[in-house]
Structure formats: structure tokens, C-alpha cells
């Protein structure tokens, strides 16, 4: 199924895929794109028979590449798309299942977030991480980062917004595979198949296990009130010029 930048698959063997679709703009999320993903991420979230999902792209030049900030929109119409975002990152970090980041090209932004969100990732090697939201003063970052490679190394990476490529990556732990970028996805869902052959219901005890042990339902819920507090009395995300 393709819509609105977002196609989606499922494979007969419990896996689905979901893959974003808008090439020419590197995976920007625009306003229409999120609420396709988040629709998509909600019809998946309900199937029973589900045991592993990957997030991956139509193309390895980019997963995704942040905020369409291009997009024109009034006041009312950036707070939705803001409201859109949390919807999403709430949705991958309650997602019942585990779920795997096909990390190719560019991952900056929103793109580093969801990779972040991810329960494991598999990372190409023309990978470009950013997580750029300091550059426009974006209160995103600690919920996801700093629980996967600690405090210390999390801030130097959110406070600089430097680029990280696939060796570095690896060497942080935020790797849990390494391809050549053509081949990430394949090794995802590789990857994927390895989860589905265990116990279905286990897998979903254990999910929401490190969900309630680590708290991220409440570190994702406090960073999205920051995102909507930024959006409605701050300076917000870019609206089109």
C-alpha cells in the first residue's frame, strides 16, 4: 500500500514494513506524510498477529531527513504538524512490538529521533545521524538519546548537532548491524525474522517490559509537552518562506 509518502507492507511471516516514500525531499515529514505514518502506524499497532516492524525508505539517499520546513503553513497549521510529531514519537515508543530503523543517508532531526525511538537499528554505511534541533533551538533529543548511550555522551551529540556516520555509530552502541547502505534493508529484515521465530507473546511481555523499567511512555510524554509548548509560545519549527 502507497499513500501520501508512505507505503507499507506485510510479509506473510509476522513482519511488517513500513517505508517513507517522498525521495525528492530526502523523507521530510510534511503535515500530510505524518498522518499517513501515524494512520499506518495505528492499523499495524492493532494487529495481533504482528511480531516485528521495520521502518525503513524508498531510497538509501536518506531515511528521513528531519522536518519539512518548506511547508507553508499558518500558526494553527504548525502546531497541528507539531501535534502530529509527538503523535508519532508516542506511537513508535508504544508500539507493542519490537521495531527496527533501517539507518541510510541522511537520519537528522526527526529522522535521529525515530532511530532513537527504535528498539534496534541497522545502519548503512553512508549513514549521516544529526540530531539538529539545538540549531533551531528544538527542545527534542534526551527522551530517546540518553537512555541508549548514556548522559554525558548524549548531550555532546544534542548540544553540537555534529554528524556521526556508521563507524561511530556502531561504536556508540546505537548499532545493532552494519551494511553496505543497499543492502541495510535486506539485513533488517533478516534481522526481523530472527525476532519473529520467537514466542509472539513473549516478544510483547518483554517490549513492554523495558517500556515500564526504563520509563519512556514519561520521558517520550514530557519532551512532547516541550515540543508543543515550543511550537504554540516559542519560536516554532519553520513554517515555509
Not at 535521529?112 to 528498539?119: P, Q
Not at 528544538?138 to 548531550?155: D, E, F, M, N
Amino acid at each position: 500500500m502507497s499513500s501520501s509518502g508512505v507505503q507499507s507492507e506485510r510479509l506473510d511471516d509476522g513482519i511488517a514494513v513500513i517505508r517513507l516514500d517522498r525521495p525528492a525531499k530526502r523523507n521530510a515529514l510534511d503535515t500530510a506524510t505524518l498522518g499517513t505514518l501515524n494512520d499506518t502506524l495505528d492499523e499495524l499497532a492493532a494487529d495481533d498477529a504482528l511480531h516485528a516492524l521495520v521502518l525503513s525508505t524508498t531510497s538509501t539517499r536518506a531515511f528521513c531527513a528531519g522536518a519539512d520546513v518548506g511547508e507553508m503553513l499558518d500558526y494553527a497549521g504548525g502546531v497541528a504538524r507539531m501535534a502530529a510529531f509527538t503523535r508519532m514519537y508516542a506511537a513508535i515508543d508504544a508500539f507493542p512490538v519490537p521495531v527496527i530503523a533501517v539507518c541510510v543517508g541522511n537520519c537528522v532531526g526527526a529522522g535521529a529521533e525515530i532511530v532513537a525511538g527504535a528498539d534496534l537499528r541497522v545502519g548503512g554505511d553512508n549513514l549521516t545521524l544529526a540530531w539538529a534541533g539545538a540549531r533551531l533551538g528544538v527542545p527534542v533529543g534526551p527522551a530517546r538519546l540518553a537512555p541508549l548511550i548514556g548522559v554525558s555522551r548524549a548531550k555532546e551529540l544534542v548540544y553540537t548537532g555534529r554528524v556521526v556516520g556508521q563507524a561511530e555509530a556502531a561504536a556508540l552502541g546505537l548499532l545493532h548491524r552494519t551494511a553496505a547502505a543497499d543492502d541495510a534493508e535486506r539485513v533488517a529484515l533478516e534481522l526481523a525474522a530472527e525476532l519473529a521465530a520467537q514466542s509472539p507473546a513473549g516478544l510483547r511481555v518483554l517490549k513492554q517490559m523495558f517500556r515500564d523499567l526504563d520509563r519512556t511512555a514519561e520521558r517520550v510524554a514530557y519532551e512532547n509537552e516541550q515540543l508543543l509548548r515550543f511550537q504554540q509560545h516559542g519560536a516554532g519549527l519553520p513554517r515555509g518562506s
